[in-house]
């Protein structure tokens, strides 16, 4: 089965080849990515690297993490999944949320108001 690791505290100049360099001696990788920005193309730092091996990508968490790349130590972790955070939140807190939000809209109306007021004191 294969594992997924993040990277984070990568160099900028850090791209997608020199990430699999980096992390190629620990086993065969499945797939490597580094997370750049939509607009510019930069990247943000950080990535991730898929081991098709879970052996091998536990010995690149334990030999990689706070590795020095070009004067930055790394973080290297267990990658987790996005949708487990969702999944995380108990169904309550959601139900609790839709009314902070109808609140925040009912708050909003008076603000809206006010300055109508301030202008037919000025007229």
Same mark, same amino acid.
């Given at each position: 089965?294969?594992?997924?690791? &993040?990277?984070?505290?990568?160099?900028?100049?850090?791209?997608?080849?020199?990430?699999?360099?980096?992390?190629?001696?620990?086993?065969?990788?499945?797939?490597?990515?580094?997370?750049?920005?939509? &607009?510019?193309?930069?990247?943000?730092?950080?990535?991730?690297?898929?081991?098709?091996?879970?052996?091998?990508?536990?010995?690149?968490?334990?030999?990689?993490?706070?590795?020095?790349?070009?004067?930055?130590?790394?973080?290297?972790?267990?990658?987790?999944?996005?949708?487990?955070?969702?999944?995380?939140?108990?169904?309550?807190?959601?139900?609790?949320?839709?009314?902070?939000?109808?609140?925040?809209?009912?708050?909003?109306?008076?603000?809206?108001?006010?300055?109508?007021?301030?202008?037919?004191?000025?007229?």
């Amino acid at each position: 089965m294969s594992k997924r690791i &993040y990277v984070g505290n990568l160099p900028w100049s850090v791209t997608k080849d020199k990430l699999d360099e980096l992390f190629s001696s620990f086993g065969e990788i499945e797939e490597s990515l580094v997370v750049v920005n939509k &607009y510019t193309g930069r990247s943000r730092g950080f990535g991730f690297v898929t081991f098709k091996n879970d052996a091998d990508a536990d010995k690149a968490l334990a030999e990689m993490n706070e590795k020095e790349v070009e004067g930055r130590n790394l973080s290297v972790r267990e990658a987790k999944p996005m949708r487990e955070e969702s999944e995380e939140k108990p169904k309550e807190e959601e139900a609790e949320e839709k009314p902070k939000e109808e609140e925040k809209g009912s708050e909003e109306k008076p603000k809206e108001e006010q300055p109508k007021e301030e202008t037919k004191e000025e007229a």
